[in-house]
């Protein structure tokens, strides 16, 4: 666990749509409960069913989105399928300040952004670790989005084009997932948690 003393990390899990990034992410927050938490992105994208503000997401309106940005309010953002999504800088920093890692499931656009802010911001220097869950082929990958249930043929397409683009990204990350069985994966990432902060 972090101390007082500034040390905690940033862990960045990256990777396409249906790879099990975010399954992943929930299973690091629940059995380091007390030493890591998911930091909330922020987006234009609309709440679905269940999703509360500051808990999923900090929602914002479209235009007070650009506003923050263009006033160099967020250390990445990026269009994903037309919504808008971010990395508030304050919000980061205010995190940084507590007793726990952070957390963020971003895309390779964002994680890319968050290695050229570390190479110029202090706060973030040292801390920042990447991991691409990386599918073990792209027909495995549209299995698991079928199987979702979530995906109608236009959006199923517009993710596998946006899956094979990302892949060839993976070796620029610290550490890459092939994935498999959701064990072995959770096995994976504990490892790499427990390495680089020495949790046990």
């Known amino acids: ?10 862990l960045i899990i990256s990777g396409p749509a249906g790879s099990g990034k975010s399954t992943l992410c929930d299973h690091l927050t629940a059995t380091f409960p007390d030493g890591i938490e998911r930091f909330v992105t922020t987006t234009t994208r609309p709440p679905r069913p269940g999703e509360q503000d500051g808990v999923d997401y900090h929602f914002l309106p479209h235009d007070a989105f650009e506003k923050r940005a263009r006033e160099g309010g967020f250390y990445e953002w990026a269009e ?7 990395t508030e800088r304050a919000r980061v920093h205010t995190r940084l300040r507590g007793d726990k890692d952070l957390l963020l499931n971003i895309d390779v656009q964002g994680a890319e952004a968050f290695r050229r802010a570390a190479a110029a911001d202090p706060l973030l220097r040292g801390r920042l670790f990447t991991v691409f869950v990386k599918p073990r082929t792209v027909g495995e990958l549209r299995e698991r989005l079928l199987n979702r249930g979530s995906e109608d043929e236009a959006s199923l397409a517009r993710r596998l084009q946006t899956a094979i683009e990302e892949i060839p990204e993976a070796d620029k990350f610290d550490h890459i997932i092939v994935s498999g069985a959701k064990a072995d994966d959770a096995c994976a990432i504990e490892a790499i948690y427990k390495a680089r902060t020495g949790n046990a």
């Open 1 to 10: 666990m972090p101390t007082e003393s500034g040390d905690n990390i940033i």
């Open 80 to 86: 994903v399928h037309g919504n808008l999504y971010g």
